[in-house]
């Protein structure tokens, strides 16, 4: 490699594809370092689809012990074959989803069947063991899809009761579901560690990656190869405009104020727990227009605590008190002695931008056709520090009432959610005068006033 590459500090910082690629095939007396491995196979798809690498490495690593002498050539592989098998399985453990492509799978069957034939029956066994988790692993991911797009198809089937803020007092609000901030953070915890399990590593990388040919052809495994991501930023909206609705939704001053106060309690929680993703949905959802302008409602809520989480949150210097908090619930997390200790949930969509401007940030291919390796370091550290925050069990006692609520009661849409907040502090100004009327006469709505009984459900 080192005619190939380039090292500083014996890291190595460029090299062409093929010596990258090299690299990665174990032989007899060579096995890649696991950062290595990691690193090149979660950035390789920007150069080259997982399938196009997955058959150079099976074909290299056989191609290499040939020696002419068919006796020589089986003890040969047979020595290098148990390698071979451990690749595999840090690539199936790693990136799992990468198998989902059936060329992957009958790749991998290829190299079983190899295996076998070479009477290695020390590498079979692992072998059969990898292929069976990785099957597990798949399947799980299949229900944890439909589960998803079960639970969004019940949260969109919008009931008239949403429609009208009279109807509100049939609709049960967040506090009749769980009414402690502390059980309600916990819950919330929950569905962000459950949803952060199932993105894969590479579906940050996955983003930029170059678009394969053969992408268009039907088959059940061409999922958009970024979908974990996307269900959880996902989530991520709905929780604000959960929060938003729930304050909308009453009739009563005092009643949007207890929610608020609430909401605040809840975020703080949160914030306890390291779960800043719930933290920074629920402080969005409190900071939208329809929310933010309830002027008589937040005369009656005591803002000290929200005003040191917005701090905590603040977009300004790239949010570096929030980065500050991070760092910190890292360490704590670190040398954790629970598992409650461990948790860190970061904010998302921050972590995915940090990731983009890397990539954009940096050239991936050097002018001497060499790969910046550097980059892919750079790239594989702050991946793998989302790895072992997504490895976190939740510690909290599941409570499924209160899940269900929070995943599935239907939402406010923007339109709907100023609509509500008019009707419950009417607009101050001609522009709030203006985009009532809007709203309403563009219809977008089947908007129910409050004196139409009809939705009594």
């Given at each position: 490699i080192s005619q190939a590459g380039i090292f500083l500090n014996s890291n190595l910082v460029s090299a062409s594809l093929e010596a990258l690629i090299q690299h990665l095939v174990p032989t007899v007396d060579y096995y890649p370092d696991r950062s290595y491995v990691f690193t090149f196979l979660l950035s390789s798809r920007l150069f080259l689809h997982p399938y196009e690498l997955m058959t150079r490495v099976c074909h290299l690593c056989v191609e290499q012990q040939r020696s002419g002498d068919a006796l020589l050539d089986k003890i040969r592989f047979r020595e290098v074959a148990p390698k071979l098998v451990q690749l595999l399985t840090e690539w199936t453990e790693t990136f799992p989803y990468d198998f989902r492509d059936e060329r992957m799978m009958r790749c991998l069957k290829d190299m079983t069947h190899h295996v076998a034939r070479g009477e290695e029956v020390s590498a079979q066994r692992p072998m059969q063991q990898m292929t069976q988790r990785l099957i597990k692993r798949l399947s799980a991911l299949g229900q944890y899809e439909e589960a998803v797009s079960a639970l969004n198809a019940v949260a969109m089937e919008r009931p008239a009761s949403l429609k009208s803020k009279q109807a509100s007092g049939q609709r049960s609000d967040v506090m009749s579901a769980c009414d402690d901030p502390f059980v309600l953070a916990q819950q919330l915890t929950h569905i962000e560690l459950?949803?952060?399990?199932?993105?894969?590593?590479?579906?940050?990388?996955?983003?930029?990656?170059?678009?394969?040919?053969?992408?268009?052809?039907?088959?059940?495994?061409?999922?958009r190869k970024t979908s974990n991501l996307e269900a959880y930023v996902n989530w991520f909206n709905r929780l604000s405009y959960l929060v938003a609705t729930e304050i909308c939704m009453p009739v009563k001053k005092k009643h949007r104020a207890r929610i608020i106060e609430f909401f605040i309690d809840v975020a703080q929680e949160c914030f306890n727990?390291?779960?800043f993703n719930s933290l920074m949905a629920i402080i969005t959802g409190m900071n939208m227009s329809p929310v933010a302008r309830?002027?008589?409602?937040?005369?009656?809520?005591?803002?000290?605590?929200?005003?040191?989480?917005?701090?905590?949150?603040?977009?300004?210097?790239?949010?570096?008190?929030?980065?500050?908090?991070?760092r910190g619930a890292t360490q704590r997390s670190e040398t954790a002695h629970s598992s409650q200790e461990k948790i860190v949930i970061p904010f998302?969509?921050?972590?995915?931008?940090?990731?983009?401007?890397?990539?954009?940030?940096?050239?991936?291919?050097?002018?001497?056709?060499?790969?910046?390796?550097?980059?892919?370091?750079?790239?594989?550290?702050?991946?793998s520090e989302f790895l072992v925050w997504r490895q976190v069990i939740c510690p909290f006692d599941r409570d499924r009432r209160i899940l269900q609520y929070l995943v599935t009661t239907p939402v406010f849409s923007e339109d709907e959610l100023h609509l509500a907040s008019y009707e419950s502090e009417g607009p101050e100004n001609n522009m709030?005068?203006?985009?009532?009327?809007?709203?309403?006469?563009?219809?977008?709505?089947?908007?129910?006033?409050?004196?139409?009984?009809?939705?009594?459900?």
């Open positions: 459950d949803r952060l399990s199932f993105i894969g590593p590479e579906e940050f990388i996955q983003t930029f990656a170059r678009k394969d040919p053969l992408e268009n052809h039907k088959g059940f495994f061409r999922k727990i390291g779960n309830l002027r008589k409602t937040w005369s009656k809520v005591n803002t000290d605590k929200f005003e040191i989480l917005e701090h905590q949150m603040d977009p300004s210097s790239n949010f570096s008190n929030y980065r500050t908090a991070l998302f969509s921050l972590l995915i931008k940090d990731i983009y401007f890397l990539n954009e940030g940096c050239a991936s291919s050097l002018t001497n056709g060499h790969i910046n390796f550097e980059k892919l370091w750079e790239l594989a550290k702050q991946v709030e005068k203006d985009s009532r009327s809007s709203i309403l006469s563009h219809g977008h709505i089947s908007y129910i006033p409050l004196e139409d009984n009809r939705w009594n459900i």
